[in-house]
């Protein structure tokens, strides 16, 4: 990759109704990501990029929590301009598609050695849903059984998504509560799209060991 020049200028907001920020049980949470380049600003791209993003936490009686994740961003550039690579979508990992390692669910291009390499896209789209159960108390602190379900993509363009042909995984995750946080192990397995057009064909598993919630 040739070295460029990048600057941005970004604005955040976000409307918070959880019941706590860490570990919610209910409400919901509500934020958008806003990121503009412009020469102006003294970079060597011109785009505009918004990542809108809606979770939702429901209790379903008293150990059992509901929540639900959806988010979606667009990249859209001036003209016949390419996206800086650097600032493109890539999902993937275990606060995002759990389906798939750490940036790796993404358009990727075969490098000189044979690796497949993820460079990104200008549209995404992440659908996600855990049940969060608590188990039992290891030494006064709750271990979380937690199935969950990831439906998502990347793409080159946002146009090009295609919402009837996610990348499906499910999995599940065992979490522990500690005075630093919740540490989080999980395994989620890929049902669908393991040919050898996409991202990290035949890959099935991916493996996460954490802290948090994957939202």
């Given at each position: ?34 990121e ?16 809108p ?48 390692g ?9 490098a ?22 608590e ?13 969950f ?32 946080g ?22 099935r598993?991916?493996?996460?060991i954490?802290i948090g919630?994957?939202?």
């Open positions: 990759m040739n070295p460029y020049r990048l600057a941005y200028v970004e604005a955040f907001a976000q409307l918070d109704l959880r019941n706590r920020p860490l570990n919610p049980t209910l409400g919901g949470y509500l934020s958008l990501h806003v503009e380049g412009d020469p102006a600003v003294g970079g060597a791209f011109r785009y505009l990029k918004l990542t993003e809606l979770r939702l936490y429901a209790p379903l009686g008293h150990r059992v929590v509901l929540a639900g994740r959806a988010l979606v961003g667009r990249i859209d550039t001036h003209g016949d301009e390419q996206s800086p690579i650097t600032r493109r979508f890539r999902l993937g990992g275990p606060a995002s598609h759990r389906g798939f750490f940036g790796r669910l993404s358009p990727q291009a075969r000189s050695d044979g690796t497949l390499v993820p460079y990104g896209g200008d549209g995404e789209v992440l659908f996600s849903g855990d049940v969060r159960i188990a039992t108390k290891i030494g006064g602190n709750w271990l979380d059984v937690v199935p379900v990831d439906a998502g993509d990347v793409a080159l363009t946002f146009a090009a998504l295609d919402l009837a042909d996610l990348h499906v995984a499910t999995g599940l995750s065992l979490e522990y509560t500690t005075p630093i919740i540490l989080r192990a999980g395994a989620g397995v890929r049902l669908n799209r393991l040919g050898g057009n996409n991202p990290d064909p035949n890959d598993f991916a493996f996460h954490t919630e994957a939202f």
